[in-house]
């Protein structure tokens, strides 16, 4: 990074390295809790029937695409607005 020193920019790093895993924690957290409340409704075994087991799965499928689409999507802004800005 231009103008840090060496010690800023590790505790810049260590920063921005423990955001992310806060971030992702989060998103991990909601997309356990989501799919539960929307999969598991059967409280009288241990094991998932296998129904909730199949929604479960489509749960976490659809919710990681929809991440993986979000990253993108935010990528091609993000590399849109550089080129704008290199522009001017």
Wanted: charged letters at 30%.
């Amino acid at each position: 990074m231009d103008g840090l020193t060496a010690a800023e920019s590790r505790e810049l790093d260590q920063r921005l390295q423990k955001r992310q895993v806060k971030e992702f924690m989060s998103v991990f957290g909601n997309l356990v809790d989501n799919c539960f409340t929307s999969c598991v409704d059967d409280f009288t075994s241990k094991a998932l029937s296998g129904r909730e087991s199949g929604c479960i799965s489509r749960c976490v499928l659809k919710s990681m695409s929809t991440q993986t689409r979000l990253g993108e999507r935010f990528g091609e802004l993000n590399a849109a607005m550089t080129a704008e800005m290199q522009r001017r």
